[in-house]
Structures are given as C-alpha cells and as structure tokens.
C-alpha cells in the first residue's frame, strides 16, 4: 500500500533529531561555560583546553567509528554512541575540578565520534542520488535547531536547579532516541516494515551504494588528491563552526558585554536562519548539480559557502555595530550548513558502501581543526588582556584558504574498487580434439 509521506522522509526527520540532539549536549557547556569557570577558578586558556578535550577525542576515535558502522551496520553503532554520549553528558554534572572536568569531555567526544560519518551513511543507503545534498541537508538542520533551542532548555535549568542539572536533563533525552532507535529504525529499506515495495525499489536502484563487493584500499584512499582537498579544506571549514559552538556565548557575554538574557536570545538566533534554509538549501544543491553537473555544481557550492564565511568572520571582527555582528554571523552559520552538506555530500559521492570511513576521515581532519581553534582562541584571548576579536582574524584568514583548497575537490573521482561477479570463460582449441585410438 502507498503511503501518503515517503518513508525515507521519516528516516530524514529521525537523523534530523539525532544530530539535533548532539548539538544540544555540546552547546550546553557553552552556555553554563561562565558560571562553570567561576567555580572551578579557570583561566581563558584551560578552558580552551577543557573544550579542545573533547575535539581530540572526537577526532581521534571518527575514523574508527565511521568503519565501525560500516562493518556492524549504522543502526548498532548509532545506539552505542548516543548510550555512551548520554551517559557522559551526565556526568559532567558531577565533575568537581579542571581535571576531572577534561577526563570526562574526553570521553564524551570519544562516545559522540561517528555520529556524522555514520549518519552519512545513512543517508547514502535510504536516498536516491538526486536527493543527497537533501538527506544530508537534513543533518545540518539538526545542527541548527539543537544549537537553537539550547539556551531555552539550558539557562532555564540554570538559573533554576544550577548549572549541574542541565547535563542531567540532556543525558536522559539522549537515552529516549536510542530507544526509539531500537524498536523503529533498520540499516536499510528491504529491512524496514512500512515502507511501500515502490519506494524501496526507487531507493535500491538509484541510490550510491553499488550492487558489487566494492573495496577501498588504504593505498587508494592516501592517494587521492580529492580527498585530501577535501579533508584539508573541511579542517578549515570547522575553526568558524566551532567558535559558534564552544565560544560564542562567553564571545557575547565578556567579549561584547551582552547581559545574560541578550546573550541567550543572541546565541539562539543565530542558528534559526540557518536551521530554515538548510533543506531549501540542499533542494537547490541538488538541482544545480542536475543542471551544472556533479563536479562544477559541488566545486561552486562548496568554494563559494567556505568563502563568504571567511568574509563574514572578518566583518564580525572589525564591526562595533550589534546589529551587523549579529547579521554577520547568522549569515556566516548560513554558509557554514551549505559548506558542510556539500563536504558530507562528496563523500557520499566518491565512497561507494564505504561513506562511514570516508565521512569519518574527513570528519577527524575537521575536528582536529576544532581542537586547535579552541585551543588558540583561548590562548589568543589571555595573550592580549581579554581581546575577543582577535582570535576572529585567524579563523577567517584559515577560511579563505579552505575555499582555496576546495577548487581542488572533483567529486566524480571515485574511491572504490568494484569487483563483479566472475565470468566463466570458454576456451576454444585452435586444433579439433582427435579421439585417442587404443
């Protein structure tokens, strides 16, 4: 029977809440990141370091998690991290100094990597190919709308029950997806119930993931030049994304003097724009590269988005107008979604069955690009006496050579080696055969 709403678009709205929730959790500590460093007595700089814990585990254990979920299937590896992410999201809510504080963002990011790769890998079992940058655009939305509705979730809960409670609270919805994970959500559509026999041959047949045993040797993969734009130019592309994450709320607050409440409104906001133009925004992907081809509508896309963010990030450093800052950077988190669905979108592309380890790749060069921006911001913030500006004029000369490095990216280069089926060959002697007399 025909269902009224395609079936894939429910898988798009349960990624588009996964991710909604993992940036719940990373925006938390932002938010309460004042009050926190009031009680434990750290510096600019440890505090880079507590949230630069975090990247470095996020970095280290993406590529393992990305294969991870290629080898065990999405849905297996998607519950174990958001079961270790939850457990240690709460129990940030008990840690009592500068070190424990780190041990614990440690192994939060090392539980919360993979969520992407294999989110991406998803996406490239349950879409056709003419609706990636769509799926995908879906995750970037769950971006915008988790770091939009935190500060309404977590300064309530502050000024309430103290900063301690609000990791309590989002450890517990983070357990209420996995649950919903387990009883409703399958790797692929012949494995879902519900879904129409016409829907799930649609996807079969033109999605990305190939029929044959497709292979990615390591040899091929450190050979491509594609993918080492890509990963260099999306290494790049996360200095600005993680300033929105872990500085932009004490950016507001000690930076441009914003009262608590204006900061909360002003942290929000700047993610709603994006949050609404993200699935107009890969709809349009999609049809450019319809209209332009795969390689100049990704190339256009991707070098144009990582630019304007670079420009962007410097507006907002040279402008004491609030009203432009703000502008700025809603505009700037704009660009950062449709940068990023098309980064995410080239690794579908060229991966095959194997968009988990390549998505995973990528992703670890971007955060270790986030743990050095929030180390750095830290540090450059000490170095000049409380300076919140100045941090900002590295991270958009860094984005402007990401869109340079992104002219090198041709997504129609692919990584996979496919191996069809053998054929049986028929060997034709060049002589008749004589019978051997006895």
Known sequence: MRTKFPYRYRVLIFLFVLIAITYLDRICI??????????????????????????????????????????KGQ???????????????????????FISLVIVRFLFG??????????????????????????LSSLQAGVCFGAAI????????????????????????????????????????????????????FIEANRTVGSHRETVPWKVIFKSRTLLALVLSYFCSQWNIYFLIAWLPKFLEQGRHFSERNMMVGASFVFIPAMVMALPGGVFSDRLIK??????????????????IGLLVLAEATTSNSTILIVCLCASEIFQVIYAFTAFGVCVDISGKHTGRIAGIMNFFGQTGALFMTVIFGKIVDLTHGNFNAPLFVIAAVSLAGSILFLLVDPTKKLTLEHPEPKIQIVVPSEPIRPVKS
Do not use: H
């Not at 849905?75 to 100094?97: D, E, K, P």
């Not at 390689?295 to 990582?306: D, E, L, Q, W």
């Open 30 to 71: 932002g938010l309460v990141g004042v009050r926190m460093k009031k009680e434990f007595l750290l510096s600019e700089t440890q505090w880079g370091l507590v949230t630069g814990s975090f990247a470095l585990a996020y970095a280290l254990f993406e590529i393992p998690s990305g294969i991870l979920g290629d080898i």
């Open 150 to 201: 935190a500060p309404f979730i977590v300064v309530p809960l502050e000024e309430n029950f103290g900063w301690r409670s609000t990791f309590f609270v989002n450890g517990l919805i983070g357990l209420v997806w996995v649950a919903v994970c387990f009883y409703w959500f399958r790797n692929n559509p012949s494995e879902a119930k519900g879904i129409s026999p016409e829907e799930k041959i």
């Open 110 to 135: 090392m539980g919360e990597a993979g969520a992407f790769p294999n989110s991406s890998a998803v996406v490239s079992r349950w879409f056709p190919a003419n609706e990636s940058s769509l799926g």
């Open 291 to 308: 209209k332009k081809g795969l390689k100049s509508g990704r190339r256009v896309t991707g070098v144009s988005a990582i630019a304007m």
């Open 75 to 97: 849905r297996t590896t998607l519950m174990r991290i958001v079961i270790w992410w939850s457990v240690f999201t709460a129990l940030t809510g008990l840690t009592t100094g």
